[in-house]
């Protein structure tokens, strides 16, 4: 059965680093998205994007955060200049979106973030 | 704005016994509702979903939940449990106008043998 991939499974990294999380969506799918998953809290929406753009973001997705499809297959959140707060589980999830937002989004097994 | 709550942080049942976990919601728009579960060191996994269509919803390994309009609510039920229905479920709501999920804090179900 197919399914998001996402690499690395841990990353530790300095405060003022940047970092690169990388997502391998459904290959067929059209839409894709990051959460994230503070230790202790909810899981929070990030941004969802679409046809090459952001489709909708929220609060939490500021300057300090981009995403991007390179190529074909990968999709990659950027954090330009890590602060201790971004220390977080971060999920990529990707759907095809074929009716709607009743589509199911499959979730890759995250990428947990720590910021020293 | 849309919310979720579910109530208790930890369920606790026995082997065999009924799993109940409760779920509420706060929409403006018709709700679009799901239960996702994750397994330790797992990713999220779809269980069910609710899209107006039956408001009894069957998932995957024998749960289901029933979507009440009048409670605002979609509770996660299970007949019996399972050890290896130990895991973190969570609740999470959608809506027409957007994709993004709207995710309860979650609730950690314990399986005593």
């Known amino acids: 059965e197919p399914e998001v991939t996402q690499t690395p499974s841990h990353q530790v990294t300095q405060m003022g680093q940047e970092v690169i999380l990388r997502c391998v969506p459904i290959?067929?799918?059209?839409?894709f998205y990051w959460y994230r998953q503070i230790l202790g809290q909810k899981v929070e929406f990030l941004v969802s994007?679409?046809?090459?753009?952001?489709?909708?973001k929220s609060e939490i997705f500021d300057d300090q955060f981009s995403v991007e499809r390179p190529d074909g297959s990968n999709f990659t959140l950027k954090i330009r200049s890590t602060k201790l707060e971004d220390s977080a589980m971060y999920f990529c999830?990707?759907?095809?979106?074929?009716?709607?937002?009743?589509?199911?989004?499959?979730f890759g097994p995250g990428t947990r973030l720590t910021v020293l | 704005a849309q919310s979720v709550t579910q109530l208790g942080s930890h369920v606790s049942v026995s082997e065999g016994a009924l799993v109940l976990l409760r779920c509420n919601y706060s929409?403006?728009?018709?709700?679009?509702l799901f239960w996702y579960v994750q397994y330790p060191n797992q990713g999220l996994q779809l269980l069910l979903k609710?899209?107006?269509?039956a408001t009894l919803v069957k998932g995957i390994n024998g749960f289901e939940a029933e979507f009440k309009k009048s409670e605002t609510s979609f509770h996660l039920t299970k007949p019996s449990a399972h050890m290896s229905d130990a895991a973190e479920y969570f609740c999470?709501?959608?809506?027409?106008?957007?994709?993004?999920?709207?995710w309860g804090a979650g609730t950690k179900l314990i399986i005593k043998p």
């Open positions: 929409s403006s728009v018709p709700p679009y």
């Open positions: 999470a709501v959608s809506g027409e106008s957007n994709y993004q999920l709207i």
């Open positions: 609710y899209t107006s269509a």
């Open positions: 999830a990707s759907s095809d979106h074929v009716g709607g937002s009743t589509d199911t989004q499959y």
């Open positions: 290959s067929n799918h059209l839409y």
């Open positions: 994007f679409y046809n090459n753009e952001i489709s909708e």
